[in-house]
């Protein structure tokens, strides 16, 4: 394995065993839950966004791969404190290098299960009827 191998597979194990803000935000604005049909891989995430459309809080949870549940730690991390609008124009291109580690086609989809639901989270308010 080169250098660069190893570096990823460490960064992968440090967020799938000691994730980023894997929990529940108690100010959720936004939130989606989806699941990978063809794996059973589970993500859900939580946004705290304010009236400026920033992302003050963000949290996962859910269950799965190492890659499904990194790639969700990752991608919280990279989106707290930044604009909602902004999000919109993540790219599934763009997840894949935040991940950075090369993935066949179908581990793709366990790292970009994270992704979706982020893109479907942006437009799903919380009902606080």
């Known amino acids: 394995?080169?250098?660069?191998?190893d570096l990823y597979q460490e960064?992968?194990?440090?967020?799938?065993e000691q994730p980023f803000h894997r929990g529940h935000c108690p100010a959720a604005t936004h939130m989606h839950e989806d699941d990978n049909p063809l794996?059973?891989?589970v993500v859900r995430l939580e946004l705290a966004v304010d009236r400026a459309g920033v992302i003050?809080?963000?949290?996962?949870?859910?269950?799965?791969?190492c890659i499904?549940?990194?790639?969700?730690?990752?991608?919280?991390e990279k989106i707290t404190g930044r604009r909602v609008d902004e999000l919109k124009?993540?790219?599934a291109k763009d997840m894949l290098?935040?991940?950075?580690?090369p993935l066949t086609p179908n581990r793709q989809k366990?790292?970009?299960?994270?992704?979706?639901?982020?893109?479907?989270?942006?437009?799903?308010p919380v009902n606080r009827a």
Not at 11 to 16: P, S, V, Y
């Open 110 to 124: 366990c790292c970009l299960l994270g992704w979706r639901v982020l893109q479907q989270a942006l437009y799903s």
């Open 68 to 76: 499904s549940q990194a790639a969700a730690s990752m991608l919280v």
């Open 11 to 16: 960064r992968i194990l440090e967020h799938f």
């Open 39 to 41: 794996c059973g891989d």
């Open 56 to 65: 003050q809080d963000a949290y996962f949870s859910g269950e799965g791969c």
């Open 1 to 5: 394995m080169s250098l660069d191998e």
């Open 89 to 91: 124009g993540f790219a």
């Open 97 to 101: 290098q935040l991940f950075g580690a």
